[in-house]
């Protein structure tokens, strides 16, 4: 199947530092990634939808301009977590798709600590 | 709004046991229902999945059956492995929704010798 490679696969930062993460899409191209957030024992909640070429398109209750989302090509996709706090904390994990309607390939997470 | 609810974990089986991972779903309209399954230090991979009522999706051994009458779609193995051990997510995608899933929380299965 596809591959998409998300980076790094943990990370640890000081509170008030910025974070980014990447998810690459290693054999096809995306005009559409995903980014999902699961806390402990919880879902994984779809955070944003990453466009290539325009904005992303945040679902309720994610701050836009917390989680800052670039997808300069077809086949990246970033999230800058800004000015991370120890809520920000979680396990944030991409998925991307060759097509519209077509199975959704996931990275393999990024673990982020924030102290 | 749509909503996947999955037996919490962890699960612990001896090796050849049976396995029954129970899934439920809300939803509106006709949604495709998902599992995917996640190795330690692994993204989520696709396990099977069903796109429409009494649709039995199977892989590697698994199955799940959508019952709409149940809003279920439960995960069964008639023998695990070791190398079964893994945490299985419960997903839906809604019709016209592209490829956004709603996920259950996740169960993790281990596996004993």
């Known amino acids: 199947g596809a591959v998409v490679s998300q980076h790094p696969s943990r990370v640890i930062c000081k509170s008030g530092t910025s974070v980014k993460i990447e998810c690459r899409s290693l054999?096809?191209?995306?005009?559409?990634m995903f980014w999902y957030r699961q806390f402990p024992k919880q879902s994984l909640m779809l955070m944003a939808t990453?466009?290539?070429?325009?904005?992303?398109?945040?679902e309720q209750g994610v701050e836009k301009d917390k989680f800052l989302i670039n997808h300069a090509s077809l086949t990246l996709s970033t999230l800058t977590v800004t000015s991370a706090h120890p809520e920000d904390s979680s396990f944030y994990i991409c998925?991307?798709?060759?097509?519209?309607?077509?199975?959704?390939?996931f990275g393999q997470g990024t673990r982020l600590t924030v102290v | 709004g749509n909503s996947v609810t999955q037996m919490e974990g962890p699960v612990t089986l001896s090796e050849e046991a049976f396995l029954t991972i129970n899934c439920t779903y809300t939803?509106?309209?006709?949604?495709?229902l998902f599992w995917y399954v996640q190795y330690p230090g692994e993204g989520l991979q696709l396990l099977l999945k069903?796109?429409?009522?009494?649709d039995k999706g199977s892989n590697k051994g698994f199955e799940a059956t959508y019952r709409k009458e149940t809003t279920s779609f439960h995960l069964e193995k008639g023998s695990v492995q070791v190398s079964d051990s893994a945490v299985y997510f419960c997903?839906?995608?809604?019709?016209?929704?592209?490829?956004?899933?709603?996920f259950g929380t996740g169960t993790q299965l281990k596996v004993e010798l």
């Open positions: 997903a839906l995608n809604s019709a016209g929704g592209g490829n956004k899933l709603t």
């Open positions: 054999d096809f191209q995306a005009t559409t």
């Open positions: 069903a796109t429409k009522a009494d």
């Open positions: 939803a509106t309209g006709y949604p495709s």
């Open positions: 990453s466009n290539e070429g325009s904005k992303a398109t945040y």
């Open positions: 998925s991307a798709s060759p097509r519209a309607g077509t199975e959704a390939f």
